[in-house]
């Protein structure tokens, strides 16, 4: 009896009795391995030392279609509790690939779409591209099998092992990423031996790039006002007389991020026979105090603001804060691993730096003009208004999503036949816009003179803060038919390698007004990443 006539028979009858002299032995058709062709001599080979199916379980190779103990067989009409086989196959490539795995056999998949992302173990072969409807033919060059997942997932996943991973009559389709800077990748390999025969491997588009995070629009806090000066014979002391010292206006504070003070000078004090200088603003070097009023009756004193002029009283305004440096914008190529693609981010701008205080205005000299023409202090000075804050920086652009047929890490890969095509790489991210730097703080008014005393000079404003840094650009997402790290990967027959448009960098925060933006993305057939 051969193997087609047997494959043919049905058996209708459990178990048949004995004939006459057997001591109605029971005889079960089952345990017969001739009829139930499940003797060695009747098992197919299925593969080879190599790993590779044998004759007659590579569909390309037989004209019908392979038996059933080839192997593990798989449709999108199956059901993932059935056992397996042609006429009761499983329903996803997962399960299909893990019997497989288990028993040492290949995977036969039906020329349809399945939508599952899937990892294929080392030592497994799948074949795709199969007539389900007819015999399990196959059809490979006419229409093959479709891995197409949703978006922001690999469809094929190739894992490292011992033994090669084989993949024949494969469309692996990679939807357009949605996540922020997400790539679009259709096979990775991850340190695996591959072969690959007339795929095709189509990348959707990478995703833009996130934008930095913008600093507060609102400036930062404003520096406070100076504090104003006392007028002449103001104060009198316990036994009712004009007090001999008017203290001039106090100092006034800002405290900005990181625990920097901006402080407004204090006020110059006035006095009987003269008046006291104004203290300078911190921190800075133009934010001086304005001297006092001298003793002389001849001097030419006044109230404008010249710093270190003896006859001059008036504080000088404080010196603005340094502005921030920009965040650099990225450049480079990114990185492959066993994730993926990683761009790369622009850099975050730095604060800027407070505003310094304004100087503290000149006291004046007071003398016999106090009521009744008792001597008394004359007009203090105001005291320089604090520097604002600076500003804060805006953070980097997020890099471009990438587009990638083929992403290969350390891996062995050959590809035959097989046509590999990439979308548009991601746009990068803008850079986040700066905090403008806040407002210095106005002086205080020098006290008024009276009884022919002069009044005393005003504070110096304090000096604005300096503009937080824009963040960098992201870099743009690049477009490639094959990316690698480690290895080239092997060409051979009528492989095509279509890569897409690369996408753009970023802008710098603010419009780009420090000129940050990221680099464009690359486009190249094959690329080495590190």
Known sequence: MTRQRMGALTVTTAFVIGASGCDGLWYHIQDDCELMLTCEHFRPTTST????????????ESVEGVSDACGVF????????????????VKTLSKAIARAAEKGTAVYACAEEFAEAIEVPAGVTLFGGLDCANGWRWIGEEKKTTV???????????MRGEGAVRIEDVSARAADAQAAGGSSIAVLVDGATAELARCELVAGNGADGPDGED??????????RGVDGANACSDLDTSGAPDETLPGGAQVENACEGDTLSIGGEGGDGK?????GGDAGQIGIEGQGGAGEPASTTSMWNCGAIPNDPNKGGGSAGSNGTAGEPGVGASGIGTLSASGYAGVSGGAGSAGKPGQGGGGGGGAKGGLVCAGGMAGAGASGGSGGAGGCGGLPGQGGGAGGASIALVSVEGQVTLTDCSLKAGSGGKGGAGGDLQPGGAGGVGGLGGMGVGGSRNACDGGRGGQGGNGGPGGGGLGGPSLAIAFRGELVKQEGKTTLTPGAPGAGGLGGSNNVASNAGADGVTAAEQELP
Do not use: F, M, Y
């Not at 197409?148 to 190739?158: F, S, T, V």
């Not at 600093?215 to 406070?224: K, L, M, V």
């Not at 009987?272 to 006291?276: D, E, K, L």
């Open 49 to 60: 030392s190599s790993g590779w199916p044998a004759g007659g379980c590579v569909p390309s």
């Open 74 to 89: 798989v449709a999108a009409s199956g059901d993932d509790r059935r056992i397996g086989t042609k006429a009761e196959p």
């Open 148 to 158: 197409a997942p949703g978006a922001d997932a690999i469809p094929l996943k190739l």
């Open 215 to 224: 600093a507060p629009s609102e400036a930062a806090i404003q520096g406070p």
């Open 272 to 276: 009987v026979s003269n008046g006291g």
